[in-house]
């Protein structure tokens, strides 16, 4: 996902349906992993689960090929691009202009690295939480574990889709992303607190699945408005590190915790 803000410029118009395809196809692996895990695991054991992970994650060296010649292809379309953008908005160049961007990049990058904080840390422990609450098996708590994953899978492209429609400007992506987040602590909340006996894990699930979607596909759709122009493979590249770091952080706080419950209002806090 680092590239986005990058590729951007290549697609202005439909941004945000890109990105959700993204988004999409990006959550396909997880999705599959999820899936065939556990009968993996009743099939050949441990060995034969990680390898099939370890299969998926080679996929990205097709993918990085694939980048690789397309951005080849589009090299001479990128340049033209960037330079028609400096000097169309010579805003851009204006220091105060530049400052309060720099703010708002900042801002924008703590956020990313709370979303995330708030979504990575509930993979590791989500099914163990959802077998010990409800007494699932092992693949029961992993096919709950596919609504939000697979959520993302369905949902991201109509929102972006959506976003694309709907959302003209950096003030009305940001506050779309913020009510998408606002999602989120509500599905946690169901999960930590809602009765076992009324109510299916696959309910807050498909709720987090809601969130997962939207504020994922609202945030990359909008970091390219916020990177400031002149360091766009930069921002890109320290964004992806604020938002791995809360999200190492955070397990670390988590297996100090008493219970999963204490987990999850960790993480919808």
């Given at each position: ?18 990105v959700g395809i993204f988004n999409a196809f990006l ?33 990205g060296l097709v993918t990085a090929g694939g980048a ?202």
């Amino acid at each position: 996902v680092q590239p986005f803000p990058i590729l951007e410029p290549l697609f202005q118009d439909c941004w945000g349906t890109l990105v959700g395809i993204f988004n999409a196809f990006l959550r396909m692996g997880s999705v599959t992993n999820f899936l065939l895990s556990p009968a993996l695991y009743k099939a050949g054991g441990l060995p034969a689960a990680l390898w099939m992970s370890g299969l998926i994650g080679t996929s990205g060296l097709v993918t990085a090929g694939g980048a690789y010649f397309m951005s080849k292809r589009f090299s001479q379309s990128s340049s033209r691009t960037e330079t028609d953008g400096a000097d169309s908005s010579p805003s851009e160049l204006n220091p105060k202009s530049e400052r309060r961007r720099r703010i708002a990049f900042l801002i924008f990058k703590l956020a990313g690295s709370l979303l995330y904080s708030a979504i990575v840390p509930f993979w590791f422990f989500g099914a163990a939480f959802i077998r010990s609450k409800w007494g699932d098996s092992l693949f029961d708590a992993d096919v709950m574990m596919l609504f939000a994953e697979g959520g993302m899978v369905l949902l991201s492209p109509p929102l972006g889709a959506l976003a694309d429609a709907r959302l003209s400007n950096v003030r009305q992506k940001l506050l779309a992303v913020t009510a998408t987040c606002m999602v989120l602590p509500v599905g946690f909340c169901l999960l930590a607190f809602g009765p076992a006996s009324a109510m299916h894990p696959a309910v807050p699930m498909i709720i987090l699945s809601v969130g997962y979607a939207g504020s994922n596909t609202l945030f990359w759709s909008s970091c390219s408005d916020i990177i400031p122009r002149n360091m766009k493979a930069l921002g890109s590249g320290i964004i992806g590190s604020a938002l791995n770091l809360g999200a190492t952080l955070l397990p670390m706080l988590i297996a100090r915790l008493p219970s999963g419950q204490a987990a999850l209002v960790l993480v919808s806090t």
